[in-house]
């Protein structure tokens, strides 16, 4: 069965500051997706990035990248130029392309942007 | 606006009182299911239906039942809660196997006293 960690479960930086938060998952399959949702206090579910297996690049959006490692099954998110926006639970998940649909989510990090 | 909409917000019941929280996608997707969420843990999926009249279990079924009559509307049913089950619930539907992401609703703050 396919697991995901999330072995930060609390981080709080200033704005304006680079933030990397970690993510390590594990299965035997070749081919998968995987994803990063923001959870804010509304409790809302935004998918900040997306990332597939089989490509190398590493998946960008604006200031959310993403560095992902998969021989070492890590996918770690970095926000760069923190906003005070950026607060909020953030949740890694992990999407297989075989057998029962589902995605599996690590235990989620609480990000605190400081003013 | 294409959403996932879920009813209601906030719900307190007592034990043993039957319910349901309700479900429905505008996005004419095919995939369904049910996650709760508890601090710790993390979001489990509880339930998924791939289509019409097709559901099957998640990680987290017991006490649980769900129903796919109509391509839009997926119900989550509790027929006996207990306060196990307080927790938050998300409703979730998705294109084929979700490659590009999944489409949350906006939860249910459950509580069973």
């Known amino acids: 069965a396919q697991t995901v960690t999330q072995s930060q479960p609390e981080m709080s930086v200033q704005e304006a500051e680079t933030v990397t938060l970690s993510c390590t998952y594990d299965t035997s399959e070749s081919n998968y997706y995987l994803f990063w949702y923001k959870q804010p206090p509304s409790r809302q579910m935004i998918l900040v990035i997306r990332q597939e297996a089989y490509k190398q690049q590493n998946a960008t959006e604006n200031r959310f990248s993403v560095n992902f490692q998969k021989a070492a099954k890590s996918f770690s998110l970095k926000i760069s130029d923190s906003q005070l926006g950026d607060t909020a639970m953030y949740f890694c998940?992990?999407?297989?392309?075989?057998?029962?649909?589902?995605?599996?989510f690590g235990q989620g990090t609480r990000l605190t942007i400081n003013p | 606006e294409a959403q996932v909409t879920q009813n209601p917000r906030y719900l307190i019941t007592v034990t043993g009182k039957k319910l349901t929280v309700t479900c429905s996608q505008n996005?004419?997707?095919?995939?369904m299911s049910w996650y709760r969420q508890d601090p710790g843990l993390g979001l489990r999926q509880i339930y998924y239906s791939m289509n019409v009249e097709v559901t099957d279990k998640g990680d987290v079924p017991e006490g649980y039942k769900v129903s796919r009559k109509e391509k839009r509307n997926f119900p989550l049913i509790l027929e006996s809660p207990s306060p196990n089950q307080t927790s938050l619930y998300f409703c979730?539907?998705?294109w084929g196997r979700g490659s590009y992401g999944y489409t949350f609703g906006s939860g249910t703050r459950l509580t069973v006293v």
């Open positions: 979730a539907s998705s």
């Open positions: 996005m004419n997707h095919e995939y």
């Open positions: 998940a992990f999407s297989n392309l075989q057998g029962a649909q589902k995605l599996v």
